[in-house]
């Protein structure tokens, strides 16, 4: 065969896989290596059309919005690329107070957030299990948070099946690399030096009874094509194991940090590789909320969800006591300093639905039960509806009237693709009751 005939081949191997992933298909790992070494650029557009398609076939329009949490950055590891490891002599070190948690917390629910992602270094003294039990309880009953999600340190099975009970919704962990002698590189000392009690997190998260797990790799510590099919193995494996696998998958990618000791440019991820995971993301797993932090750019950020992003935090702080008060070490530099309100404004822009629901967790659409609705295509019914609900209740209580009045007209459109029970709802939010859902 000559190389025309094997490109024509490899094009239509490519254009089966896209079948495959916009009838809700899983990839298996063959067809995830054809696409992290694909390098024909006009077949890469027809992915990131493909990776769009579906995202809107299982989610709609709908982009979800959150903010971290920073509790602790008081360290007992030592990961080589992090502002908070133990070894950053220079860190002014900080874990908030139950009452001080609360207090950012409430200062977040005030901007109109209604999702946030606890994050806290790995301490066992500081952010141990009655920590974490006593923060949890004290900013749902203080405050309007209405779903706490949490990125921690692997616990053991008792103490997830105590976040769980807490009313954590997804639990949430990064690899960093599965590269084994890269990881051990990187994690010289400390707890997270132990490759495989990290490897099993996901496991004993899922058997103490959480279906809503969220994974990734930092993408910047080994070559990306390797890492990215790494995990979607392991998301794999979850699957044939529970009947579900990851309820989220992020792309945090390196960036620079105090006093890190590693060399950001060997494994460097480039914008456009980026994007390339994000859609490969999305076609792998159709299922999955593909989150987006603060890391990246403003214009990337846009780019990134018209090729399958579903999730997106905004207004990010990233040490802890972080939005009353600047000041202590933050854990790396982010790229998009915009507010809630920017973001919101520009997420309508661009022809997308804002969304700050929290309706699946509280109405126990998760695991197998969230993949079935997904599968069949009606979870976008859900997710469009609640998201027009939440951003009226946002516009009401929280938007500048500039806002408030552009955004109400991208809401009564909205509102005209929806069903009719939804006008009877609005209403609802117009008296003043509030987290109005289905
Ligand atoms: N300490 C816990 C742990 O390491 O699993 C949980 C929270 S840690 C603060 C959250 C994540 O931040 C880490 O899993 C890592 O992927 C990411 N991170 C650390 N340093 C980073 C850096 N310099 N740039 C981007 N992300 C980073
Ligand atoms: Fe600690 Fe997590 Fe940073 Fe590692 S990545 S130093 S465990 S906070």
Same mark, same amino acid.
């Given at each position: 065969?000559?190389? +025309? ?12 896989? !896209? ?17 992290? $070494? ?14 769009? +398609?579906? @995202? ?16 602790? /950055? ?19 070190? +900080? =874990? ?24 806290? %270094?790995? $301490?066992? +003294? ?22 706490? &999600? ?34 051990? $590189? ?46 979607? =193995? &392991?998301?794999?494996?979850?699957? /044939? ?18 006093? %890190? ?13 980026? @994007? ?20 990246? =750019? ?6 990134? !969800? ?12 990233? %040490? ?18 915009? /507010? ?14 804002? %969304? ?24 976008? #019914?859900?997710? &469009? ?5 939440? !951003? ?7 938007? =500048?009237?500039?806002? #408030? ?11 005209? @693709? ?8 609005? #209403?609802?939010?117009? #008296? ?7």
């Amino acid at each position: 065969m000559n190389r +025309k005939e094997d490109k024509k081949k490899d094009a239509l191997f490519i254009r089966d896989i !896209l079948a495959r992933s916009l009838d809700l298909q899983l990839l298996n790992l063959t067809e995830v290596s054809a696409l992290t $070494h694909l390098d024909d650029e006009v077949l890469w557009d027809e992915v990131y059309e493909a990776a769009r +398609k579906v @995202k809107e076939k299982v989610y709609g329009n709908r982009v979800v919005l959150f903010a971290p949490l920073y509790l602790s /950055n008081e360290c007992m590891n030592n990961c080589l690329y992090c502002g908070f490891r133990k070894g950053n002599r220079d860190a002014k070190r +900080k =874990s908030l107070t139950v009452d001080e948690a609360v207090e950012e917390a409430a200062f977040l629910s005030r901007k109109g957030y209604r999702r946030l992602l606890l994050v806290a %270094s790995e $301490h066992t +003294k500081r952010a141990g299990i009655e920590y974490f039990e006593r923060v949890t309880d004290a900013i749902y009953s203080q405050t309007d948070i209405r779903i706490l &999600h949490a990125n921690t340190a692997p616990m053991n099975t008792e103490d997830f099946r105590r976040l769980k009970a807490a009313g954590v919704g997804v639990y949430q962990c990064f690899q960093e690399t599965y590269h084994i002698p890269s990881y051990r $590189h990187l994690h010289p000392t400390g707890p997270k030096a132990d490759y495989a009690w990290r490897m099993s997190v996901m496991d004993r998260a899922i058997e103490a009874g959480f279906e809503d797990v969220g994974m990734g790799v930092l993408l910047g510590l080994y070559d990306w094509r390797w890492e990215v099919s790494a995990l979607i =193995s &392991h998301s794999r494996r979850l699957i /044939n194991k529970y009947g579900f696998g990851p309820h989220t998958l992020s792309v945090p990618r390196l960036q620079p940090a105090e006093r %890190s000791e590693l060399d950001c440019s060997t494994y460097r991820v480039s914008d456009e590789d980026l @994007k390339k995971i994000v859609a490969i993301y999305r076609l792998a797993l159709p299922f999955v909320g593909v989150v987006i932090s603060t890391r990246e =750019s403003s214009g990337l950020r846009d780019e990134l !969800l018209s090729v399958g992003a579903s999730q997106i935090s905004a207004g990010s702080k990233t %040490s802890p006591w972080g939005y009353m008060k600047a000041g202590d070490t933050e854990q790396f530099q982010i790229g998009d300093s915009r /507010n809630l309100e920017e973001v919101v404004d520009r997420i309508a822009e661009l022809g997308f639905m804002p %969304s700050l629901c929290t309706a699946c967790y509280r109405e126990g659409r998760s695991g197998e039960q969230f993949r079935d609705l997904a599968q069949s295509e009606s979870m976008k #019914k859900f997710c &469009h509806e609640n998201a027009i609900l939440s !951003l009226k209740e946002y516009l009401e209580d929280c938007a =500048s009237p500039e806002v #408030k009045e552009k955004l109400s007209k991208f809401i009564r459109e909205e509102i005209g @693709k929806s069903s009719n029970g939804l006008m009877e709802k609005i #209403k609802l939010v117009d #008296k003043g009751e509030r987290d109005v859902h289905i």
